[in-house]
């Protein structure tokens, strides 16, 4: 089939008709969304602390958050990125889906206030603090911290023997978020690394909306310019607290509040 390019008064139409359609969606949303987190991160309460693990660079990490328990993760410095990947522990099926968080919070922006989603609309992950903001939600993982090295692996390899861990396999696998991943997009449409958005102090916190399989993998960036090691990080398994009614993740947004509304009807 023969294709016919679209000409440019038909792209800018719809262009046009999907940012009107932007506009109103945010314009509806309840509540602004909160101030980043302050650096560096507090001391958590000795009372929340249930594990603390250190993922050097490189290397990978799983673990399992009941619904309220919440994992902070703590950049170490300059260099690393953590790969994220979650399931539903009651039905590994039902696993995170990028394009639908993407699209139904209208941004790629991915910060403290917003809410991470599965591909059945509900919500696993809600991202209670974070320093920076600069988390990629749009180009997967990273290359191995050191090439040719045997014990440095790649975003990939390391999920896949995560997803074993968890008794998953590749076939398990899906998009995958990068915390600490300053990836934005140029008016080209071509991705590029704004380095001006970390610290070497970076942080966030995840709290669990229901009961979850996580993995996590600690390397660098394809589009981090930066050389040198990948320090290592931290990750801080904290015991659940109440939820305020005005939780700024379960509020800040109408789509949050459906997908909030699905999540307790399931």
Request: glycine letters at 8%; charged letters at 25%.
């Amino acid at each position: 089939m023969q294709h016919i390019p679209r000409s440019p008064e038909a792209i800018a139409a719809d262009r046009a008709r999907y940012e009107d359609h932007q506009r109103k969606g945010l314009d509806f949303a309840p509540r602004a969304l909160p101030a980043p987190s302050p650096r560096p991160a507090p001391d958590p309460d000795p009372g929340r602390l249930l594990a603390e693990e250190t993922i050097p660079g490189g290397w990978y990490w799983t673990t399992r958050l009941a619904a309220g328990e919440t994992l902070r993760i703590l950049s170490g410095g300059l260099g690393g990125s953590v790969s994220l990947a979650a399931w539903s522990a009651a039905d590994p099926a039902e696993r995170m889906n990028l394009p639908d968080t993407v699209k139904v919070q209208w941004t790629t922006e991915l910060r403290k206030g917003r809410v991470i989603l599965s591909d059945m609309g509900r919500v696993l992950l809600s991202i209670t603090e974070d320093s920076s903001g600069a988390h990629d939600a749009l180009t997967g993982g990273a290359p191995a911290t050191e090439p040719g090295t045997p014990r440095a692996r790649n975003t990939r390899d390391n999920m896949v023997l995560a997803a074993a861990k968890l008794g998953l396999d590749k076939r398990d696998l899906h998009a995958l978020l990068t915390l600490f991943a300053p990836v934005r997009v140029d008016e080209g449409g071509r991705f590029f690394w704004n380095g001006a958005l970390l610290s070497g102090d970076d942080w966030a916190e995840l709290r669990a909306e229901q009961d979850l399989m996580l993995a996590l993998s600690n390397n660098r960036h394809p589009l981090d310019p930066a050389g040198g090691p990948v320090p290592a990080i931290r990750a801080l398994h904290l015991a659940a607290v109440p939820v305020a009614a005005d939780d700024p993740c379960r509020t800040a947004s109408a789509e949050a509040i459906r997908a909030f509304q699905n999540t307790i009807r399931a």
